[in-house]
């Protein structure tokens, strides 16, 4: 079994108010970089210090990309509740959020993040397809749950960003079925990798599961990616 990735110093707060709406969040630094990046932003009913960013920044920094776990606008704007009518300006803060780590880095520059941020991530790049090098995509939220008819597919076809999305086989906002055939709508290459036991946070009978995969999803973006 691998070993879970080494402590990493701690990030720093990062704002940045070139654009708006701004870029907030907390940006890890690796020790040995590869110069390049990766953004993880969080679910509707989150923010960037949900613990599944927080352990995937930290072993994506062990494995030399600066990684910003951001705020989406919405967050920044209120520190509870869903988003309510707020994709355009969170798909902005996106957009703000990858320009910005295009500064901090020299090579490649990844997006993504959990449910509705990944989501949104995908919106964007559906509509600037040069925009990020690839997406990262934790537990898409497919449809609402119970409510399978209410696909939230329109904007894949236009996709063509490369795309790893990360699935469990429990996650009530889509099985592991209806996740291939949405991804069979996309003409960029993706890649599903399926977590056995696991519901939309990742977790499997109560216990984190992030812990385990964090050892091992870096390598497998970077395979997936090469």
């Known amino acids: 079994m691998l070993s879970a990735p080494k402590a990493m110093p701690a990030p720093d707060a990062f704002t940045d108010f070139a654009a708006q709406p701004s870029v907030r969040g907390f940006l890890h630094r690796p020790e040995t970089p590869n110069n390049n990046g990766i953004l993880l932003f969080h679910g509707a009913g989150s923010n960037c210090n949900a613990p599944v ?33 707020t994709a355009e300006l969170d798909q902005a803060g996106i957009r703000n959020a990858v320009l910005a780590m295009r500064k901090l880095v020299t090579g490649k520059v990844f997006v993504g993040g959990h449910s509705y941020g990944g989501r949104q991530s995908t919106m964007v ?6 925009l990020a090098d690839g997406l ?6 497919l449809h609402p749950p119970r409510k399978p008819t209410q696909l939230r597919t329109q904007h ?21 079925e209806e996740m291939q055939d949405a991804l ?3 003409p960029s290459p993706t890649k599903l990798i399926v977590v056995e036991g696991a519901g939309h946070d990742l977790n ?13 999803l870096p390598r497998d973006f970077q395979e997936f990616f090469r």
């Open 184 to 186: 069979s709508l996309i």
């Open 204 to 216: 499997v009978k109560g216990k984190p599961h992030t812990e385990n995969m964090a050892s091992t």
């Open 53 to 85: 960013l927080v352990e995937l920044a930290e072993a994506f920094a062990s494995a030399g990309f600066a990684v910003l776990r951001g705020d989406l606008p919405f967050r920044q704007n209120k520190p509870s509740g869903p988003p309510l009518g």
């Open 156 to 176: 894949l076809p236009n996709l063509r960003t490369k795309g790893l999305f990360i699935h469990g086989t429990r996650d009530p906002f889509g099985t592991i």
């Open 136 to 141: 990262l995509l934790l537990s898409y939220p």
């Open 125 to 130: 790049c559906a509509k600037e397809p040069d």
